[in-house]
């Protein structure tokens, strides 16, 4: 292992290039959680009523098995199983030219979006930290929340079996310390929460309507939890400018109807990854600009 860690610091090209090929191929795993996973929770809510409402009837149609790896990977329209040569991240879609290679079918350019953008983000904060365990950590992070965003944005959903494991690392890796004490992490995760939910119930006493879920409470005590608190007003304000600025240019460029609620998870997500590279910088650029430092 130290041989290994040698290596990689004396030529971290091979450290970066790694952890792009790794996000390009965790970014297709990723694909199938973010449609998946939220069809197993909706099972699972089904079969968890059924039980509640009729505890004696005993289920009279058992569905078919369902997780994320089975069934295997299928046209939508005809059924072809995708092979293994079909799903190599990006090569695939560019050498069926988008298309199912039974029916021709357009396959969604998502896939290869989320492909790619997981392969970046990767070979970016890899270059961030260096050949570091922050660098490890961070791509962890960097996975689960492309993945939150992916659902949030489709569901508006953020699970907890996501979040709520990833929000424990981040208190364990408080310990070492990696990105904060542990003292500031804990009052990170619960000023996180607690600040959320304060404004959840505000707002529903001043309107009658909800502003957001619990799953945005437990998302920004995960940041919490990393970062510390110092980082908490920082994530709020930068998501709520990105918020911001998408639902302008929906509105604007895509007639979105007003009425329609737009998740902030996915704007929460892509703050908190600014802050977790680039939050110290962020800060002394504010404190200078305001004459504080």
């Known amino acids: 292992m130290t041989s290994l860690i040698d290596f990689l610091h004396i030529h971290p090209g091979v450290f970066?290039?790694?952890s792009a090929l790794l996000g390009l191929a965790l970014g297709s795993f990723i694909n199938v959680v973010a449609?998946?996973?939220p069809v197993m929770m909706e099972r699972e809510w089904r079969e968890q009523c059924r039980e509640l409402l009729?505890?004696?009837?005993?289920?009279?149609?058992?569905?078919?098995?369902?997780?994320?790896s089975t069934p295997?990977?299928?046209?939508?329209?005809?059924?072809?199983?995708?092979?293994?040569?079909?799903?190599?991240?990006?090569?695939?879609?560019?050498?069926?030219?988008g298309r199912c290679s039974a029916c021709g079918e357009p396959?969604?350019?998502?896939?290869?979006?989320?492909?790619?953008?997981?392969?970046?983000?990767?070979?970016?904060?890899?270059?961030?930290?260096?050949?570091?365990?922050?660098?490890?950590a961070a791509l962890g992070l960097t996975w689960v929340l492309i993945t939150l965003?992916?659902?949030d944005f489709d569901h508006q959903l953020l699970p907890d079996q996501i979040v709520l494991p990833t929000l424990w690392v981040g208190l364990l890796l408080s310990l070492v310390p990696l990105y904060a004490d542990t003292t500031d992490a804990v009052v990170g995760a619960t000023a996180g929460y607690l600040s959320l939910w304060?404004?959840?119930?505000?707002?529903?006493l001043l309107t009658g309507k909800e502003g957001m879920g619990y799953g945005d409470f437990k998302?920004?005590?995960l940041f919490g939890a990393w970062l510390g608190w110092q980082s908490l007003f920082q994530i709020i304000l930068l998501s709520s400018l990105v918020g911001a600025l998408v639902g302008i240019c929906l509105i604007l460029f895509r007639g979105r109807d007003r009425t329609i609620p737009i998740p902030f998870g996915p704007y929460l997500a892509v703050a908190g990854w600014i802050s977790l590279l680039w939050g110290e910088q962020l800060n002394r650029l504010y404190l200078t600009w305001a004459g504080l430092a």
């Not at 990977?73 to 695939?92: F, Q, V």
């Not at 304060?198 to 529903?204: A, E, G, I, S």
């Open 16 to 18: 970066y290039t790694f």
């Open 35 to 37: 449609h998946r996973l």
């Open 54 to 68: 009729h505890p004696d009837t005993p289920a009279t149609d058992e569905p078919p098995r369902f997780n994320l």
């Open 72 to 97: 295997r990977s299928r046209c939508p329209k005809c059924g072809h199983r995708i092979g293994a040569l079909e799903n190599i991240p990006l090569l695939s879609y560019l050498f069926l030219r």
């Open 107 to 136: 396959i969604s350019i998502r896939y290869p979006l989320v492909e790619l953008t997981c392969g970046i983000l990767s070979f970016v904060v890899a270059w961030h930290f260096g050949v570091t365990w922050q660098a490890v």
């Open 149 to 151: 965003t992916l659902i």
């Open 198 to 204: 304060t404004l959840f119930q505000l707002f529903r």
């Open 219 to 221: 998302l920004f005590a």
